[in-house]
Nanobody
Framework: VQLVESGGGLVQPGGSLRLSCAASGFTFSSYVMNWYRQAPGKERELVAL????????NYADSVKGRFTISRDNAKNTVYLQMNSLKPEDTAVYYC?????????WGHGTQVTVSS
């Protein structure tokens, strides 16, 4: 099982980034996919989730209206489009796959929002 995040980097406040998470080794289309983040000194928090059939999404209040989660089950990939980024969005962003008792994590990608 592998979850490989990409797309992080340094961006100025107000800018945008698109994170990708490529999955392999499991039946991607059956899993709820989540994006979490962890800032220095803080607990890991759920940012966004998308159901297996992409019919349902949910967002943390802090990112509603700015972030969009999507998935392409044909490409085994989940995305996080992040717009209007703020310094408080700075964190390591993790991709997570969850289905009943299975819980898989990527290694994370750093997002830094700074001028």
């Amino acid at each position: 099982v592998q979850l490989v995040e990409s797309g992080g980097g340094l961006v100025q406040p107000g800018g945008s980034l698109r994170l990708s998470c490529a999955a392999s080794g499991f039946t991607f289309s059956s899993y709820v996919m989540n994006w979490y983040r962890q800032a220095p000194g803080k607990e890991r928090e759920l940012v966004a989730l998308i159901s297996s059939a992409a019919g349902r999404t949910n967002y943390a209040d802090s990112v509603k209206g700015r972030f969009t989660i999507s998935r392409d089950n044909a490409k085994n990939t989940v995305y996080l489009q992040m717009n209007s980024l703020k310094p408080e969005d700075t964190a390591v962003y993790y991709c997570n796959a969850r289905f009943f008792g299975n819980d898989y994590w990527g290694h994370g990608t750093q997002v830094t929002v700074s001028s």
